[in-house]
């Protein structure tokens, strides 16, 4: 068990933060529950009040113990000791929407991605973002990108993320945006990650053994280029429609699983 | 001993064939000499004959006894047998130049790329790629980009490569094409990785330990961020120049060695 990492759980966006807290009742749950010892980095985000928001959350409505927000602001804040001792006993880290760019700016190749990511895989930290936190947690994150349209070589940016798994690409405010296209694009420049599209409210759980459940209102879609046949996107020009064949896709609600390793969906148990 | 990988070697693309073939004699001792078993994979490219002519130098020039060129052109070739079981027993493989997402698009995520991935990491296998095949050698690659200017977000495209190592992102035709920009810009949008610039007919052999040398008639420029202390990158205009401060720089020359690890650069020994 001890080869084991701790939870990553990407979240599409928008997650219901008033009515029915599915999402982030079932975080601090996995985190603890009462005895959770929640980080919460508002760092991708530009408003000063978004970190206080979710630790009035977690600690007000689901009753979590002890909850820090660390804002980290320029790179220099990660010479802060006080946050670092934080993080070093903290059971999981919660990163805010916004621009994924500032954090990868901010704290990208510092101690405390460094931190986190240890932790992670050592399974004594569990780690979740939203929207641009989201986008953040794997080793390939799309920067920014186009939405709708077709796919193209020029239609998304991709730059290195925190690195917790090297397995698929996230994406977020899928179906709200129309990202299919975008997400398509950028898992065909290398058919070896999967693509997980995440709309808003909706979480995918990915456990230690890399197999995911879909938690909240929405669908989580699964791009599995596995299998793919052929693909133009070394030929066509930049700005040209790609074409890619034999994509398999899945769209999976909640309770559905998906196992990255072996690429197997399970629809969720009938109630 | 034995958690320690292959050498990685990427070279920056024209390289010396006929009169001083350093890196190659290099290549091919690293390899086992003259019992070497070399797989030369020339998919990125587009003319035949490119596999052919660099067999010719390894067996003719360099007296390796085995060597064979598996010309991958379609993901379907992945399902040859006789070639993979040549790769299940060379002791080193060497990718020709082209264009890296022909690589990526062709053998990215099949059987292929896997099995070169977990010789390398198990010592079995030492892998080289020149030009487009030294770009697709690391986690990170650089898919195109614009030559010369300023650094800026839209400057250069990212994409997933063959991942042996997560350390670097590799660049080539260095200073004959100017690249310092596109490769701060790749470095900077989150500052966690190195930049690799290898001008043409220069290769580093990065060892076991992560440790370079250089080899070859020109240099390698080695960006290293890890004490950058401010980028404009999450917030200028993707088309407008970026701000990028503390970068560190070295210029490395023919026997000049650059640890990865501890980020320390040597110069030659004096002769």
Redesign the interface.
């Known amino acids: 068990m001890s080869e084991q990492r701790g939870f990553i759980i990407p979240i599409g966006g928008a997650e219901e933060k008033l009515r029915d807290q599915a999402i982030l009742r079932r975080f601090a749950k996995v985190a603890g529950g009462k005895h959770a010892r929640i980080a919460v980095i508002p760092t991708a985000s530009s408003l000063r009040e978004t970190g206080r928001n979710y630790a009035r959350i977690f600690e007000g409505d689901l009753g979590v113990r002890e909850v820090q927000v660390l804002a980290y602001e320029?790179?220099?804040d990660a010479a802060n000791d006080e946050w670092f001792s934080f993080l070093g006993k903290a059971s999981a880290v919660f990163f805010t929407g916004g621009?994924q760019?500032?954090l990868?700016?901010?704290i990208?190749?510092t101690r405390v991605?460094d931190l986190i990511r240890d932790r992670n895989r050592d399974d004594e930290l569990h780690v979740a973002g939203t929207s641009a936190g989201a986008s953040f947690l794997s080793?390939?994150?799309i920067?920014?990108g186009e939405d709708g349209g077709v796919p193209r070589?020029?239609k998304v940016?991709?730059?290195?993320?925190m690195?917790l798994t090297?397995l698929a690409i996230i994406d977020q405010h899928f179906v709200q945006r129309d990202r299919l296209s975008r997400l398509l694009s950028a898992i065909?420049?290398?058919?070896?990650?999967i693509g997980i599209g995440l709309d808003e409210d909706t979480a995918a759980f990915l456990d230690p053994n890399d197999c995911i459940e879909v938690v909240g209102s929405g669908a989580i879609t699964v791009v599995d280029?596995?299998e793919?046949?052929?693909?133009t996107?070394?030929?066509a020009h930049?700005a040209a429609p790609v074409t890619v064949t034999n994509i398999r896709l899945h769209v999976l609600t909640e309770g559905a699983t998906f196992d990255v390793r072996t690429r197997k969906a399970i629809p969720p148990p009938r109630r």
Do not use: K
Not at 188 to 193: A, D, E, F, K, M
Not at 228 to 231: H, N, R
């Open positions: 320029a790179r220099a621009n760019l500032r990868a700016t901010t990208g190749g991605t080793e390939h994150m920067a920014y070589a020029d940016q991709l730059a290195p993320g690195g090297q065909s420049y290398n058919p070896r990650l280029p596995s793919l046949e052929a693909s996107m070394d030929s930049r």
